[in-house]
């Protein structure tokens, strides 16, 4: 269906990879020129509960690794990790024209890019396992 639809838009350089195993992920990350992640203004499950205001996606943190520019959906999930024109364009959720003019604005703008991919970078070695981890070791002994 996907696969259709970009083809009928013209859009003949996407790439629908289908399922990866998690040790081929890296290398469509560190491939792609942008990192994106569209959420709607509420994240639902299988089973239609909300869980917009305490998920954490575990993608974000690898995008974040992958030294990328990134555009996400300015969401709560989102917002506590990522900063507008810091280390990710945000724009607003379900809205595909949103999405497109961040997206366009990262090809027209070489150097945003690169800007927004190494504070991403450098977030990212803030926040590994072992900082997480150390993190809430204190918050849990204060």
Do not use: C
């Not at 259709?4 to 560190?30: E, I, S």
């Not at 379900?94 to 070489?110: C, F, P, V, Y």
């Amino acid at each position: 269906m996907w696969r259709d639809r970009a083809a009928a838009a013209g859009a003949m350089n996407v790439t629908f990879a289908g399922y990866q195993p998690p040790t081929r992920v890296p290398l469509y990350l560190f491939s792609a020129d942008v990192l994106v992640m569209p959420y709607n203004s509420r994240i639902l499950t299988g089973s239609g509960e909300d869980i917009t205001k305490w998920t954490s996606p575990l993608k974000l943190y690898e995008y974040l690794a992958a030294g990328r520019p990134i555009v996400a959906s300015d969401v709560i999930p989102m917002r506590s990790v990522l900063t507008h024109e810091d280390n990710a364009l945000l724009t607003q959720p379900d809205n595909a024209d949103s999405l497109r003019a961040a997206i366009q604005r990262l090809i027209d703008e070489k150097g945003l890019g690169a800007n927004l991919a190494a504070s991403a970078r450098k977030m990212a070695e803030a926040n590994t396992w072992a900082a997480r981890a150390k993190k809430i070791l204190e918050l849990a002994s204060a």
